[in-house]
């Protein structure tokens, strides 16, 4: 009678002394999906395997890898054609020209008009920010969310401000966004 002899799944050792993982999603500061990385023992072990975004690099595993890759790089290449589609219909709204400091044209931007409550100086009451921008090019049927919306601070006056919209894989594009006064309807 034969003994069946049970080994346990040793996990390679790297050569700083940490565990080697394969990385099954994208993890920031880490890597990319698919590649083999080397972290500490508690880290992969609490947090990495645990949570889906590791496996142990086993020759089945590597093989459903393969494939799994195959088909994220299809989905990726899929999305950044969606995401030029959208910079490109981003581009085909009405345009408003900024007029430079010497006369010519210093700017041709696509852009969007944001109401808001402000004073007779032009100074709102609150302040428009990635989300409102956002909320706007939504109504337009442009789906751009809040964080790829790149301001460096909140907008907090009327005037006319160039955006820059970060839509993901290195893809972006401005628009000019005109924060206007709300106007109230006189009180009889």
Known sequence: MVDKIKHR?????????????????DVPNLGKQGELV????????????PNG???VPSAHNLRLLDRYKMRVSQAR??????????????????RVDIPGA????????????????A???GHLYGSVGAPEISKMLFGKNLR?????????????????????????????TKI????????????K
Do not use: F, W
């Open 102 to 117: 010497d006369g010519k044209k210093a700017y041709d931007l696509p852009s969007i008009t944001i109401q808001s409550n």
């Open 77 to 94: 290449e899929a999305r950044i054609a969606d995401l030029k589609v959208l910079a490109e219909q981003i581009q085909r709204l009405p």
């Open 144 to 172: 751009v969310d809040p964080d790829m919306v790149k301001l460096t601070g909140q907008i907090k006056e009327c005037a006319l401000y160039e955006v820059e919209l970060q839509l993901g894989y290195e893809i972006a």
């Open 38 to 49: 080397e972290v500490k023992a508690g880290y992969g072990r609490n947090y990495l395997l």
């Open 119 to 121: 004073n007779d100086e």
């Open 9 to 25: 799944n040793q996990v390679r050792k790297g050569s700083h002394g940490g565990m080697q993982l394969v990385l099954t999603e």
């Open 176 to 187: 000019a966004v005109a924060v206007v006064p709300l106007k109230q309807t006189e009180k």
């Open 53 to 55: 975004k590791a496996t």
